[in-house]
């Protein structure tokens, strides 16, 4: 495929994208861009934050990991759907209640400023951390696949899709992203679905026949059964379910659309109707996987994991699929990194620089968001080169084993404020947010000298925010 017809392809798309930050973006102010003047539809929430939810790892990184993992991705998913209606009824009952727009403000309600600054600066790197794996596992697609062979360099690469992610979501913010996030959810979805189609129509399969294939192959294995295995079933389900929790739940990102919803009930119905379609759309993702499989054996080829997708649909179909899959690609990228710089930008403002405190005027406090939304672009770009020295071939893995580390603390401080009634020295929490990720990773490390055979995978996580959780009751005041 012609790589100058690819290039101006996501150049015509980030102009539409530029068009509807136009549109949605007039008469925008602070309020705007931090939770949407709260009136956004529970419905577009709902759908662009799938595109959020799922990013440019999954639809490269879970298809192509079917070879190796089979579908065991699906008892993650089930924790998933587990963890939204723990948020719905839970969670978002207490934010509204409190009229937040940092979720993390409950934390300095419930036990004290430390401990509010110290959530706020976990969920911070913890979001730094996950978004930029996700855009360096596109971006490195974009460029081997597209820019390379104009000579193009990385570095150069990066700096401009940041730029294009600045201009769209400069002005606008959450008011801005609920459009963008739908019409890239919709592109995403419909590369998936086209995709899947073109491979069934060639190796010339019905949907049950090629099922049927996939299992003589071993991929459908949905459930693991070993109990010493990382992938075993109950473990993966409890981790997805609190990978949901604390990626979703007590994550600003992702709060940051829901808390725009005007009403608590809507914004229920977005969490849960989100559940259930996230179940669906990764089904198909897995489904998708298990036919690239397919497709690579008939047309010999070598590539696996993460590079699997890319190099079939751009060097073994025909260019109308390629065109499909770099937009469905791009429309991957862009939720997961456009929310991601907003909601630390948000962050930063209202819980670590206390901007709505501060005695200055409106077009001040807008100014001074908008310098903080650049110094997270160049945080982004920071951590982008670092991903592209690490270079791991497998960036879904990577991402949730991170995640494991830095949302744990999270988990841990919200698990006490609601579970119990103690306050706790508050001067000592940020003590403990960091022993327990540190503890954890030692425990990672020797695991096999600890626990024999049976092997910590994801729910590492849940070992880290009990951690945290056990450590802040020791600290605990009457």
Known sequence: MNPYVLLSIIIAYFAILLWVAYRTGKGSNNESFFIGNRKSNWMLVAFGMIGTSLS????????GA???????????????????IIIAYVLLPLYYRLKLTSIYGYLQERMGQISYKSGAWIFIVSRLVGATARLYLVVNILQFSILDSLGVPFIVTTLVILGMIILYTYEGGVKTIVWTDTLQTTCMLLG?????????????????????????????????????????????????AFIT??????DQEMMQKSLSVTRLKDSQKNMVVLGFILVGVISLFLFMGGLLHLYGNTEHVTSSGDQLFPDIALNHMP?????????????ALFPSADGAMTALTSSLCIDIFGLKERKISPKEQEKFRKRVHLIVALAFLIMVI????????????LILKLAGFTYGPLLGLFAFGIFTKFRVQDRLVPHVCVAAPVISYFIDKFQENIFGDFKIGLELLIINGLLTFIGLWLIRKK
Request: hydrophobic content about 50%; overall charge neutral.
């Open 66 to 84: 079917v070879g190796a993992d089979k579908f065991h991705y699906l008892q993650i998913t089930i924790g998933y759907l587990i963890g939204y």
């Open 386 to 397: 670092i991903f592209k020295i690490i270079n791991d071939n497998s960036m879904i893995g």
């Open 245 to 250: 929790i604390t990626m979703t739940g007590i």
């Open 56 to 63: 440019g790892v999954t639809f490269v990184s879970v298809p």
């Open 192 to 240: 998936l679905i086209i995709c899947s189609a073109y491979m069934l129509n060639h190796l010339d399969l019905s949907f049950a026949e090629s099922i049927s294939q996939m299992n003589k192959l071993g991929y459908t294995e949905v459930f693991n059964t070993d109990g010493n295995s990382k992938a075993f079933f109950i473990k993966q389900i409890l981790a997805g």
């Open 319 to 331: 260019p109308f699929i390629s065109i499909i899959f770099i937009i469905a690609l791009i429309s």
